[in-house]
């Protein structure tokens, strides 16, 4: 049972929440294409193929995410999570049993849905629900685990599947993520402080010298902001978000294997990868700092100066300044969204408000790598997709800090009905 001195039992939750994030989202995404060439050399298929796993694990999240955000916030999360692990690491073996690639997406269907309920989207829940101070941070440190998680598993990955083959690293690799992500789940995650006696973290210790300026916090229900027009406005930016994010990731590696070979451009997927890490603990430190819109801000002109340089690629140095740039930007994506929701909808209702900002959100991944590259195949070039996704950073940018603006003057006006808490 956490105990109420010492250190903060919220910060044991970020701790288990990097792990589970480490041991789900990179095997869901960025150590899926370790697997390719063996596979689909084996099974005689195209790579296409074999990527379709990936759209049905994203097909997955996109209609649970929203059923996700309500069971997380009404039923027991210990045992949410748990099953969730537990199916989540027995699908990931199942691959390693495939004989032809519809058993593959069989095993993708089943990894998709357990991924829902034991992926970032849960932890990124529950961590809010244990901090009102340093949440920005505590996020960051939990997600850093997408990247951390990718530059870990990686070398093992591959070393695994030249030595013992690639069905013996899905059982292996399986193995791993239930045995350290089954306790993290049963033994040390909680929902909220109050079930153990605690108060969220921060919590009557904020005066109006700790908070950032114009800090209002809300707390707005998901009927009541749907009939909002603020809230069509922030989906248009989480949508877009998601263009952006894959409509990049997606096309650096062949638009710099183009230019100069592909070891340079895995160098510069390599930087940009492991400063990520780095930059979403930058962006949180920011956000708990200066806000979450400011912060917000901050990430989206990054992002849109890295785009901007990917026109002038032809300079491996240039290169490499975009992937700095990139790497705090990036973070937007990941840092931002979860707290653009708890901000501009409040912590209250923010497990259904997480699950439909998370749908939105992976409906334009699902079609960002495909918008650049029609973009690509159509005109010969990228220079057209990379202005194009400046602009829709760009706008995105404009929807949340829209939405931001118009819920305040909203809230802050009509406060008669309790949905605001205004800062002590």
């Not at 994506?333 to 497990?351: D, E, M, Q, T, W």
């Amino acid at each position: 049972m956490p105990k109420k001195k010492g250190i903060f039992y919220g910060w044991w939750i970020v701790l288990a929440g990097l792990l589970l994030i480490t041991l789900t989202v990179p095997f869901t995404s960025a150590l899926v294409s370790l697997y390719m060439i063996p596979i689909t050399e084996e099974f005689d298929i195209p790579r296409s193929a074999f990527t379709l796993t990936t759209t049905i694990i994203a097909l997955c999240g996109i209609i649970l995410s929203p059923i996700v955000g309500k069971m997380v916030q009404k039923y027991n999360v210990k045992m949410i999570l748990s099953l969730g692990i537990i199916v989540f690491s027995l699908s990931y073996m199942s691959y390693g049993l495939a004989q032809s690639v519809y058993h593959l997406y069989i095993s993708a269907a089943f990894l998709g849905i357990s991924f829902a309920f034991c992926g970032n989207l849960t932890t990124q829940i529950i961590i809010v629900n244990w901090f009102k101070k340093s949440r920005g941070l505590a996020l960051s440190i939990a997600i850093s685990g997408i990247g951390l998680g990718g530059f870990i598993m990686s070398p093992i990955i591959a070393n695994l599947i030249m030595n013992v083959g690639w069905r013996q690293t899905y059982f292996i690799m399986g193995l791993v993520i239930l045995i350290v992500g089954l306790p993290m789940a049963l033994f040390v995650m909680r929902k909220r402080p109050e079930d153990v006696g605690l108060n969220p973290y921060g919590e009557g210790e904020m005066d109006a010298s700790d908070k950032p300026k114009a800090e209002i916090e809300v707390d707005i229900t998901p009927a009541e902001a749907k009939k909002k027009p603020f809230f069509y406005i922030y989906m248009i930016g989480v949508f877009t978000i998601g263009l952006f994010t894959t409509g990049s990731l997606q096309q650096i590696n062949p638009y710099v294997s183009d230019m100069h070979g592909m070891a340079y451009a895995a160098t510069i997927v390599a930087i940009y990868s492991l400063l990520g890490i780095f930059g979403k603990l930058i962006l949180g430190w920011i956000s708990d700092k200066v806000g979450v819109i400011k912060s917000g801000v901050i990430a989206y002109l990054a992002i849109s100066v890295a785009f901007i340089l990917l026109l002038f690629g032809q300079s491996k140095s240039i290169l490499i300044i975009m992937a700095i740039f990139l790497a705090l930007g990036n973070a937007v994506a990941s840092v931002s969204l979860p707290l653009f929701a708890s901000h501009i909808f409040g912590s209250k209702n923010y497990g259904v408000m997480m699950g439909i900002t998370n749908s939105a959100f992976q409906v334009g991944m699902a079609f960002g790598g495909i918008m650049t590259g029609a973009v690509y195949d159509l005109m010969g070039s990228y220079t057209w997709a990379w202005i194009g996704i400046t602009v829709i950073a760009l706008l995105s940018m404009g929807c949340i800090t829209l939405s931001y603006s118009i819920s305040r003057k909203k809230y802050l006006h009509d406060d008669d009905n309790g949905s605001v808490e205004r800062p002590a």
